[in-house]
């Protein structure tokens, strides 16, 4: 009886190491240089890039509805808008360098409205150009203003209910959310203020990274986070407090897009995956080295994304109707973020010493 | 007999041998027993990364860390005029809407007027003191300048930065570019006051505030030499200021001329004075008494005292980075010249903090904050000539130089100085005069080796 337990035990091992074996021949053994350049050219470049052409669309389907106000151009703005969200939460996966520096995340992306300045300077001000939006304060301008005429603050707004100030304060809106994207873009290309070069020369000429290792680490900084402003402010404050004036994009109600976007965000770059375009990846770096770490950290994005999809009604009702699925999301995106704070960064440091 | 005494002899050779090795950790000058990398001891942390200056001191209970974070929230908070469901209050004047804003990831903001990452202020006062010794208030403007306000209310003034550039060269050829700044005021909602005199302030840095703030008064007094009775040219003296709360004249620790005694005075009057937020410290407007007073509909509070304090206890429990590269024979060679040409003088390398039995990290604590808290005369280059209770016109407080080689990660580009004038580190070194004139002069005279060595050790830091 003993010996045949013992006969399984072996033949499971053999099993075992078996499939370890197929699993490591098909990880290629990248290096850290092609990590960080590849990271650069397959996620942060091409992402930008889209942001920029999503807020050019949004731009023209702002500019056509303030021309011609019609419930199909309100529709068109919408979408918009949502489009070019999906692209701008997934870059947030990636808040590193200018993004944060230069505050290009606060000019576009601040909330909650200030519903009492913001009628106020749609009652009073005389000009809504680009220009004034840029003067003004950061709950003023982005995102999140255009979100509130677009959709009207109970999310019941129709071509016609939209005022001719609302319509000119909008162009200005998406004119800015423009400029600023279009800013952060050229902020990395090489051609404007070429960032991207710190990343990829990091431990050689990188002002900002005398090392790779500090370079790699803050690109997994930048994973996790995103999952604790997710995990811990973006979904845990409006939960905490029962309050859905308090999410981050309630007249839409896209918050659970937002949240997921970001999670995705974060889940290419360690992938380096976007647009099915692949390259050499944090994660192939991980398995290559710790492939348990990396099934460990493959296996907790999937399951935050899970969690967020089993949410199946609008984040500002989920506050109220879903909590249980709510904090199930909660906890596995935190266990992400502790995941990739502490055995990711460690494996960094022990991995990558130059 | 003879065994004997070789016995003895190997006692008292190994009695001597463990006396040499053995560190006398109370001694605060012997460096060799301690890991020179924990600039705040128990209260350092390693991190490279943008959130460098971000982290909590370690050991916090559940319920602290809680405040803790609750703190950071309302520090990140942006702030919206009054009446709102949430975060109302700001102004009607204010420099900027959320305290992350000027404190960009816990550290400075931009040397700039009314932008979003604006952290320029201008204190202004009329010669004389007031009933406590401090700066006379500007009539109508007060003793600062609120150059931002709500939709329909006039910002007290406009504020425009320029620079003049001046050619500095080293003995042996190499230059720096010195960057002087001129504030040129506009468009004031009244008149300004004849003879006021201005003060430019960029937000420092918010961590190890609680290892400055547990420093005990007998050491920072320790430090002064009013009477420079030792002749290195440096005298130092503390500050007295009146504390609003506890009624009182208190040592001054913070603000960039020592002008406020504690942390709970200091973030209250940042929110009352820089965001026009009142509080159960500061229960009056900025601009109470002005005109400007009359789109203030509530005169309530606006922040909650557990809101105002959760921010004192997270800007009191936010660690210190730790240092990098110590063993580099480079920074090694800095670290021995910071101290021989005398930087060290004021930039006090090391220190012990007071007994604080609820925050175990902040307690006796042996750190690096590179500051002796007193205030000393800069000279005329750097003078805001604008005296702040003892503080005179020339003298601004030692700045801790902890963490300021991570400037680059917390915010992109580093500033350095009062104003942010300096773009580089020796830039910043070059605008020392007065007591700081003999190192400065030492620095110049160093051979270039030396002087990036130096540069190297603060970078470290």
Known sequence: ??????????????????????????????????????????????????????????????????????????????????????????????????????????????????????????????????????????????????????????????????????????????????????ALNSSWAASGSNFQSQVINAGGGSTLYTTRQEALLAIAAGMADICDEVGNGKMYEPFAAYDSNKSESPFSHNSMTDFTSNIRGAQNVYSCTYNSATGASLSSFVSSRNLSLDNKIKQQYAAALTALGNVSVNFETAIYSQRTQLQNAMNAIKTLQATLDGDLKAFIISYVKD | MRKFSVIIGCVLAATCCIMCRKADPATPGNDDAFDPRLSGGAATFFDISSGTFSAPIPGLSAHDQYVHTLGDEVFEQPFVAAPAPKFGGLGPAFNNTACANCHHNDGFGLPSFGALGSSLLLRISIPGTDEHGGPNAAPGFGGQLQNVALLGVQPEVHVDLSYTDQLFTFPDGATATMHTPLYTLSAPYIPLPSGYMLSPRLGPPVFGLGLLENIPESTILSFADPLDKNGDGIKGHANYVFNPYTQKKELGRFGLKANTSTLQVQVATAFQQDMGLTSYVQPRKSVYGQLQMQSVTDTGKDLADSMLNAVIFYVRSLSVPARRNVSDPVVKRGEFLFKQVNCSGCHTPTMYTGVDVSLPALSYQRIHPYTDLLVHDLGPGLADNRPDYLASGTEWRTAPLWGMGLFVKTNGTPYYLHDGRARTIPEAILWHGGEAQSARDKFVALPAADRDALVAFLRSL
Request: charged share 15%; with cysteine; net charge negative.
């Open chain 1, 1 to 182: 009886m003993k010996k045949t337990v013992l006969l399984f035990i072996g033949a499971g091992t053999l099993l075992a190491t078996a499939c370890h074996k197929t699993t490591t021949t098909t990880t290629a053994n990248v290096t850290e240089t092609e990590v960080l350049t590849d990271f650069v050219q397959k996620i942060a470049l091409p992402q930008y890039q889209d942001l920029q052409d999503k807020a050019t669309v949004l731009n023209n389907a702002v500019i056509a509805l303030n021309s011609n106000t019609t419930n199909a151009n309100l529709d068109a703005a919408r979408t918009a808008w949502r489009n070019v969200r999906t692209s701008w939460e997934q870059c947030e996966g990636f808040l590193i360098g200018p993004v944060e520096d230069d505050n290009y995340d606060p000019n576009m992306d601040t909330w909650p409205v200030d519903y009492l300045q913001l009628d106020s300077f749609i009652t009073n001000s005389t000009s809504f150009s680009a220009a004034t939006v840029q003067g003004l304060g950061q709950s003023l301008r982005g995102f999140h203003p255009l979100e509130f005429i677009l959709w009207g603050k109970s999310g019941l707004a129709t071509a016609d209910s939209i005022s001719a100030s609302q319509k000119q304060y909008m162009t200005g809106l998406s004119q800015d959310i423009l400029s600023t994207v279009t």
